[in-house]
């Protein structure tokens, strides 16, 4: 239970509550910095909701729904999922529960506030518009703080891209808050379980495809652990996408840097740091070594770059060079046509067999090295 001791293990939200793996969960409880970003996907969903939020929390008649349609397909129309609903809108309300001597922190995508009720509506933006069990769950664990209350709750699913708001359910009085409690109580201890043990990786498709910001560093991560061509060609894709959304990056905070500033985060900054370069006087060198017959090939190491320029004016100079062909770790463009893709195997089936062995021998020794 030493974790327990700090004040941020007595904080949950669904989001912690959600998570399976211990080890995802106490890099999360620990705010370790994330390896890897969010996915195109989830930095599109936190722009739609930003924009509902913007959009909701305006009177009725400045709403203008064309901010969310220029930016993605909406299958119907969105003003009339919250034309008709009467009170009082707020957005990304967070409001904080104690209970059981926790923390637990609600926040509302959408409340809305009318006598003796509260609607609570979660905009949920991914392609399907299927009502999970955990969809529920969340919204229910929202009511609790107006259930306290003694308030009336319903609780819906606004799917973002189909203009669809579907009610899951109706809560109200002291029976379903403690059913509700009671449910989340369960849940907090199945965490609180987890902290204490030990922050053993325990993959899932899913959870470490989907949700996992620390999976570089997994030593179970599944993606990293290749056994065949398919799954190379996977890895070999993500890494190919991840390569150039750093560059991207990088260009990002190094105008941040420059106009901004230096970036602090827990253990590390990023920005420039100063570095030195040698300036050399050619021809001041060339003198001295000759004066003092020093070997000018002691210093002397010729660039091929200037050597291929002198040899367009000096061609026997060309004899003096040969390219040595070594390979070169690079992402370079696919030149097998697609009759060839298909029919390209390895023409040796033990091979390929024995090719494959060796590869994944060495993957294991790989990840078995990191932490
Ligand atoms: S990659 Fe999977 S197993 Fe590893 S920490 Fe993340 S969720 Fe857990």
Avoid at 109 to 130: A, C, P, Q, W, Y
Avoid at 201 to 221: D, G, V
Avoid at 325 to 340: A, C, F, G, I, Q
Wanted: charged letters at 35%; hydrophobic letters at 35%; one cysteine or more.
């Amino acid at each position: 239970m030493e974790r327990l001791k700090e004040r941020k293990a007595k904080r949950f939200s669904f989001s912690l509550l959600n998570l399976n793996c211990p080890r995802l969960i106490i890099k999360t409880i620990d705010k370790d910095p994330y390896e890897v970003f969010p996915s195109e996907e989830t930095d599109m969903g936190k722009k739609i909701h930003a924009i509902y939020a913007d959009i909701l929390k305006k009177d009725k008649k400045d709403w203008d729904f064309s901010r969310i349609t220029d930016l993605i397909d909406v299958y119907g129309n969105p003003e009339r999922v919250f034309r008709s609903i009467e009170g009082r809108f707020s957005t990304e309300q967070k409001i904080r529960i104690r209970i059981g001597g926790r923390i637990f922190t609600t926040v509302s995508d959408l409340l809305i506030t009318r006598r003796g009720e509260r609607d609570i509506i979660d905009s949920k933006t991914s392609f399907s518009h299927e009502i999970l069990p955990s969809h529920r769950e969340q919204l229910r664990y929202y009511a609790l703080p107006f259930l306290r209350k003694g308030l009336r709750v319903k609780v819906g699913i606004h799917f973002a891209r189909y203009a669809l708001l579907e009610w899951v359910d109706i809560v109200q009085g002291l029976d379903d808050y403690t059913k509700i409690a009671n449910h989340l109580m369960d849940n907090i201890t199945k965490v609180e379980r987890v902290i204490a043990g030990k922050p053993d990786p325990e993959p899932s498709n899913f959870e470490c495809k989907y949700c996992c910001p620390y999976i570089l560093s997994c030593p179970s991560s599944p993606e990293l652990f290749i056994t065949n061509e398919k799954q190379a060609q996977e890895l070999a894709g993500e890494y190919i996408k991840l390569k150039a959304r750093t560059k991207k990056m990088e260009e990002i905070l190094k105008v941040w840097a420059t106009s901004v500033g230096d970036i602090y985060l827990k253990d590390d900054k990023l920005g420039y740091t100063p570095s030195g370069k040698t300036v050399i006087d050619p021809e001041a060198t060339l003198k001295y070594l000759t004066e003092h017959k020093i070997p000018l090939t002691d210093i002397f190491a010729p660039q091929a770059k200037k050597f291929k320029k002198l040899a367009k004016v000096h061609p026997d100079l060309a004899n003096f060079a040969e390219i040595q062909y070594s390979p070169l770790w690079k992402v370079t463009k696919n030149d097998r046509k697609e009759e060839e893709m298909s029919s390209f195997i390895f023409s040796n089936k033990e091979q390929e067999k024995n090719k494959v062995k060796k590869a994944v021998e060495e993957i294991e020794k790989i990840l078995t090295s990191v932490k």
